[in-house]
């Protein structure tokens, strides 16, 4: 398992009344050096929620040094636009309400992606058509042609409904991928995670430059409520990149994060993204 010191989520969101603006936390000012010692690598972050139609994610009214977790700026997390959970059909429950027994996503799964970061480019294999990503497109993240058929045989026998997808390439040469895959139920999603997509020891399929990986750290604080998480990383040697991936199920949509940079990826980033767009799914 790959050791990692590094702080986890970057951006934890809370819920503020609908309609309000979703706003990333203020750049950091500078703090005493021992305060920053203290806060730097704390991770817990209260989430308060409001009921109502859509959904808006937000820090407001808080300085960053308030947030423990969010203290230090320098520490390669990355700046994200304001990220907003797109609204509900009217009278349709969210994937966790009561009474939705099959833990259906009712927004627009191509609005649950999460977004760019600031000074990103935008990954044009993965736009798709109209949003969604042909399935064989998904199929080509894995190295092997025969995990490839087999997988895609699987998707199909499984009832996968949609695939979309959003990538981008940041400054600091790491390359993210997400796909999110959406099926029937979350019954069949929860199985296919845990029964035809990874083992407790490491993903089924490798990923194209990750021949072999590991269970990767992932700090318990960084994690939402309802969705489950199996995440890896390459481990050395690993070629002239390093790989790191993600496996989120969250109701009836399954979430693969894929991040590979030269000379290793950042855990931070990595981190940071699942955290974000597990709480735009959760």
Known sequence: MTEQTEQTEGQRVVEPAPGAP???????????????????????????????????????????????????????????????????????PGPFAEGNNAGAHYADLRALLLPAPEGATADAALRGTDGWLPTRTFLAEFADRGDRDELGQLLTDNGLRHVAARGWNTPDGTHTRIYLLQFDTAAVADEFLAGKLTDYNAPRYAVRGAAEVARD??????????????????????????????????????????????????????????????????
């Open 22 to 92: 979703l706003l990333a936390p203020p750049p950091l000012k500078k703090e005493r050096r021992a305060l920053r010692a203290l806060l730097r690598w704390t991770a817990a972050v209260a989430v308060f929620a409001v009921a109502g139609g859509a959904t808006v994610y937000g820090i407001t009214g808080m300085k960053r040094t308030d947030l423990p977790g969010l203290v230090t700026a320098s520490d390669g997390r990355w700046e994200y636009p304001p990220l907003v959970k797109p609204p509900l059909p009217s009278g349709s």
């Open 217 to 282: 750290d992932y700090p318990v604080a960084a994690r939402v409520e309802d969705v489950k998480h199996q995440v890896f990383a390459e481990v050395k040697p690993y070629g002239a990149e390093q790989v790191r991936e993600a496996y989120l199920s969250a109701g009836d949509t399954l979430a693969m994060i894929v991040q590979s940079r030269k000379g290793g990826a950042k855990a931070v980033p990595f981190q940071q993204t699942i955290a974000l767009q597990s709480q735009l799914l959760g």
